[in-house]
């Protein structure tokens, strides 16, 4: 059975760096794109980007480049989400997602992470 | 980028009946769209992918059509779990945007 299990939610002040992760199991975790999306409270649903975990080719979203790190550690099947300074305006769920292709970038997110909430306050 | 323009951004209905959700790419994304419903407090679900092709274990009533620059997401027989927002998802190239959603509400 595919599962992507995220770690817990964060509590944070601005300013303080975090990394959460997204644990891949029960598929070939170096063979598909793992992406990251955001969802603010009572917002929609933004695609921040993409990794291959097999080699760690990344795309980011213009609108997230330079603001968060994509990474992913394929020894132990883990994509991860990094801030080095978190903002107030970071306050949000973050989805880990899987494409639904081996090896493909084009393709939709048919298996989805339970979601880390991000908070962050003075 | 890839302007994806989703509506209507809320809509009301009733169980039974047949609803219409369109989204519109700003360029042709040939068949690269997908659809998914969140409920509240969860992740979204894939409901359908290469803009018509049905997900595994998703019911019937759900379709969708399209190809270019405009799709459209049909439940055909509303049911009472079907009262959730719904986005569509460009993926023809990145940022592999979705639309705004779509808030299905009982009236």
């Known amino acids: 059975e595919v599962q992507l299990v995220q770690s817990g939610a964060e509590v944070k002040k601005p300013g303080e760096s975090l990394k959460i992760s997204c644990k891949g199991s029960?598929?070939?975790?170096?063979?598909?794109?793992i992406g990251w999306v955001r969802q603010m409270p009572g917002k929609g649903l933004e695609w921040m980007g993409i990794?291959?975990?097999?080699?760690?080719?990344?795309r980011y979203s213009p609108s997230f480049q330079g603001q968060v790190t994509i990474s992913a550690d394929k020894s132990i099947s883990t994509a991860y989400l990094q801030w080095s300074s978190l903002k107030a305006s970071d306050t949000a769920m973050y989805y880990c997602?899987?494409?639904?292709?081996?090896?493909?970038?084009?393709?939709?997110?048919?298996?989805w992470g339970q979601g880390t909430l991000v908070t962050v306050s003075s | 980028a890839i302007r994806i323009t989703q509506s209507p951004s809320s809509l009301s209905a009733s169980t039974g009946d047949r609803v219409t959700i369109t989204c519109r790419a700003s360029?042709?994304?040939?068949?690269?769209l997908a659809w998914y419903q969140q409920k509240p407090g969860k992740a979204p679900k894939l409901l359908i992918y290469?803009?018509?092709t049905l997900q595994s274990g998703v019911p019937s009533r759900f379709s969708g059509s399209g190809s270019g620059t405009d799709f459209t997401l049909t439940i055909s027989c509303l049911q009472s779990e079907d009262f959730a927002t719904y986005y569509c998802q460009q993926y023809y190239s990145y940022p592999q945007d979705f639309g705004q959603g779509t808030r299905l509400e009982i009236k």
């Open positions: 997602a899987r494409h639904s292709k081996m090896a493909t970038i084009e393709a939709d997110f048919d298996y």
């Open positions: 029960g598929y070939s975790f170096t063979s598909y794109w």
């Open positions: 360029q042709g994304i040939s068949s690269y």
């Open positions: 290469a803009a018509s």
């Open positions: 990794i291959y975990p097999g080699d760690s080719d990344t």
